[in-house]
């Protein structure tokens, strides 16, 4: 999950990031050594944890794993390290969708109805396209909304009922707001048009056909080899994230990986491995309003770019695309704090431009 508020900072700073803060001229040394630096500012302070995996031209350049990935028993992140991803998530469930698309088992701009039939009368109006850009209306859910806590598990039609019954934001297609309960509805599509699971068919439809062989969707309680634990910050005092059941998140979060398996992924993105032409610039299509694709956010900028972020209890991660300069990002950490979508920035102006921005002192 991410919140509006960070997805709005980014919007802003993703263009003015270079003008507020202090930049130096990368060093001479190649770029391994100039993000080695960079990112020693970060771990120094305790502000970041987790993988970093920088790729240009169709080459990983850059890979290395920071701090621990299990506290108490000293295991060090790596490469291999599997990280929840949070709201990085919703790329798989935008992606599912099209791959219906594509089979003919639905359009984009069919009515929700037709594949929820309890739809109050005011989501009437709302298509498949609408909710994946996240413009549809439908309201966001607080803590207060889940009925039985946040601890429990919910089945996807339970999720469904939290928000069901609550007004539209606005009128379906007028206006924008990030949301994951639109996400949640994307879940359900998926699993009655396919009959399978949502985590079945992110399994055998995207994540064994990439050979992404260390990730998935797994329950709050799964045993996961390789996993990192998570962290957050209560004062200066490290400690475990707080507990909540994944199942209030399937569609909008969610998703165990690593950055090797997220490297792979954005290669398909660049060939018909798992969508043709036509659905991946569905994919990448801005909405209007919100520049936000079936996953993914769009910036038109000095560079384009195509992006998202997540955040959960113990995890942040981030991931962006530079399309036209065949450059990719992606930033894992287990410290729910962590600076990612700076980190990811400061990395990107490093390769793209050959400016580094300063560390935090």
Not at 101 to 107: D, F, I, R, V
Not at 157 to 181: D, H, V
Not at 220 to 237: I, S
Request: proline letters at 6%; charged letters at 20%.
């Amino acid at each position: 999950m991410v919140s509006s508020r960070r997805v709005a900072a980014f919007l802003v700073g993703i263009t003015l990031y270079s003008c507020l803060q202090p930049v130096i001229a990368a060093p001479s040394d190649d770029f391994p050594v100039a993000a080695e630096k960079f990112m020693s500012g970060y771990v120094q302070q305790g502000k970041f944890r987790g993988v970093i995996l920088v790729a240009s031209r169709g080459k990983i350049i850059f890979e290395r794993g920071f701090g621990k990935a299990v506290e108490g028993w000293d295991i060090p992140n790596t490469p291999s390290t599997k990280f929840e991803i949070a709201s990085v998530s919703k790329q798989f469930t935008g992606a599912a969708i099209l791959q219906l698309a594509q089979k003919g088992k639905l359009a984009l701009d069919d009515p929700i109805s037709k594949y929820y039939p309890k739809a109050p009368a005011d989501w009437k109006a709302i298509t498949i396209r609408q909710i994946a850009n996240h413009n549809s209306g439908l309201p966001a859910n607080m803590l207060e909304n889940f009925s039985k806590g946040i601890c429990k598990p919910y089945s996807l039609e339970e999720l469904l009922e939290t928000f069901a019954r609550r007004p539209l934001n606005f009128s379906p297609g007028t206006s924008w707001k990030y949301t994951n309960t639109e996400y949640y509805l994307l879940a359900y599509i998926i699993e009655k048009v396919s009959g399978e699971s949502y985590a079945d068919y992110l399994d055998s439809h995207i994540f064994q056909p990439l050979g992404m062989n260390d990730s998935g969707f797994s329950s709050t309680l799964a045993v996961l080899p390789g996993a990192a634990e998570g962290y957050t910050h209560e004062g200066a005092v490290l400690r475990h994230r707080d507990y909540y059941d994944r199942s209030l998140e399937v569609g909008a979060g969610g998703i165990h990986s690593t950055a090797d398996d997220l490297w792979k992924w954005n290669q398909a993105l660049a060939s018909d491995r798992l969508l043709l032409a036509k659905w991946r610039e569905e994919m990448f299509k801005p909405s209007v309003p919100g520049n936000y694709g079936f996953g993914w956010f769009i910036a038109e900028s000095k560079y384009p770019s195509q992006f998202h972020e997540g955040s959960d209890p113990g995890f942040a991660a981030f991931d962006i695309r530079y399309p036209t300069k065949d450059a990719l990002v992606i930033v894992l950490s287990n410290l729910e704090d962590a600076p990612v979508r700076e980190i990811a920035q400061g990395l990107g102006s490093l390769l793209l431009d050959g400016n580094v921005l300063h560390p935090p002192q």
